[in-house]
T-cell receptor
Framework: DADVTQTPRNRITKTGKRIMLECSQTKGHDRMYWYRQDPGLGLRLIYY???????NKGEISDGYSVSRQAQAKFSLSLESAIPNQTALYFC??????????????FGPGTRLTVL | QKEVEQDPGPLSVPEGAIVSLNCTYSNSAFQYFMWYRQYSRKGPELLMY????GNKEDGRFTAQVDKSSKYISLFIRDSQPSDSATYLCAMSAGNAGNMLTFGGGTRLMVKP
């Protein structure tokens, strides 16, 4: 079984709809992240969480919100989706205590299309 | 200007060739350097991890860091079609809470 899972894997929605992307992990890591990937722009950080009670905005948080329901679960919401949020979304986890930097492990991604 | 620059490619090479992938960066505080490999429709997976300057070898892969030039490289020897993927460099300053900064990725195609 995969250590980091994301649901759904693909989603097509319309402008103005509320969308939730979910991430679960079995790695036992405290840190979880949400990124979006656009062609040529690499991975850009949306939100990150160092534990259940710690949520932080990343580089591009506008238009997004998150919820850390448990150590293993981290959800990303688009309250009112717009077409320029069409992208590939990745969840990642890391265990900072094992290394001196954030070596991150990624889920398989969710391809979101907003029409 | 982006903090981490990476040629997007695509880079097309014949099987067996030596591949060189590169990133340049502007933040002198970066001291941890990583290469991730991403196959089509998959999440990135960690390939190589290097601290500070120098070389690190793992099988057919060699990661090289030159902090004085703010330049990192990934070499792939005896490239295989299975190496066809997008390669992303990533780096951080390593402080608690310090995030990874990614390059845009280079798409590599190894042709049989």
């Amino acid at each position: 079984d995969a250590d980091v899972t994301q649901t759904p894997r693909n989603r097509i929605t319309k402008t103005g709809k509320r969308i939730m992307l979910e991430c679960s992990q079995t790695k036992g890591h405290d840190r979880m992240y949400w990124y979006r990937q656009d062609p040529g722009l690499g991975l850009r950080l949306i939100y990150y969480s160092f534990d259940v009670k710690d949520i932080n905005k990343g580089e591009i948080s506008d238009g997004y919100s998150v919820s850390r329901q448990a150590q293993a679960k981290f959800s990303l919401s688009l309250e009112s989706a717009i077409p320029n949020q069409t992208a590939l979304y990745f969840c990642a986890t890391s265990d900072f205590s094992r290394r001196s930097t954030d070596t991150q492990y990624f889920g398989p991604g969710t391809r979101l299309t907003v029409l | 200007q982006k903090e981490v620059e990476q040629d997007p490619g695509p880079l097309s090479v014949p099987e067996g060739a030596i591949v060189s992938l590169n990133c340049t960066y502007s933040n002198s505080a970066f001291q941890y350097f990583m290469w991730y490999r991403q196959y089509s429709r998959k999440g990135p997976e960690l390939l190589m991890y290097t601290y500070s300057s120098g070389n690190k070898e793992d099988g057919r892969f060699t990661a090289q860091v030159d902090k004085s030039s703010k330049y990192i490289s990934l070499f792939i020897r005896d490239s295989q079609p299975s190496d066809s993927a997008t390669y992303l460099c990533a780096m951080s300053a390593g402080n608690a809470g310090n995030m990874l900064t990614f390059g845009g990725g280079t798409r590599l195609m190894v042709k049989p």
